[in-house]
């Protein structure tokens, strides 16, 4: 195996999907396929042998579904990253796959280039969200916010976030990076840095894709 490439696992039952990505994968410099699994309870067992950098993994699969699949995987620890490639778009498997522990969302009918960029993405620890994914979160939060103005002001005593952390956080949301969120408060690069690593460590996440679905999810923002 060339450790310069990211090393590819695909946990899909339907073999033509599996194919067709297992086909994107080997034609792609960067990439190494080492390995398929057609159900749940083979991806988990692959995914403990082969320890690879990404895992592709559909949600609606045989044995062990791909939710409870993603979840054994992070128990045990590993390195990889886990990006959900799946037709499902309800909010109930987009966050049931978020809490399993998975690093990234994306549809089955993106193209070829949008598929690349997640995988690299996810492999990187910066998350993926599909846009399409983002829209359904952000109407399921919509249809429970006239409900959430009580939940909020608890939930921000207990994360401990501060006013202006939960301004960062509300612009993380809007997709701003970095250095845009730090032209529009006007304030040093390293300062935002500063507030948007203390805003993972008071949700105890890991990137700001997490912690976007987190603030929606939760009407943090």
Known sequence: MNENKIKILIVED???ARMGIAIIVENTPNFE???QAQDGQEGVSL???LKPDVILMDIGLPKIDGIEAT?????????????MFTSRDSSDDIFAALRAGADGYIMKGSDEKTLKN?????NQKAGWLDPQIARVVLS???????????????????YGLTKKELEVLSLIVDGLSNQ???????????????????ILQKLYLTDRTKAAITALKEGLV
């Open 140 to 158: 399921s939060i919509n249809e429970q916010k006239e409900n959430t103005q009580d939940k909020t002001k608890s939930l921000n005593n207990k």
């Open 14 to 16: 339907h073999m033509v």
């Open 118 to 122: 997640a995988i690299e993405a996810v």
């Open 71 to 83: 979840r054994k995987i992070k128990e045990a620890k590993l390195n990889s990253s886990i990006l």
């Open 33 to 35: 396929l080492v390995g």
């Open 180 to 198: 845009e969120i730090a032209q529009k408060l006007v304030v040093s690069l390293s300062t935002t840095k500063a507030h948007v690593h203390s």
């Open 47 to 49: 995914a403990l042998h």
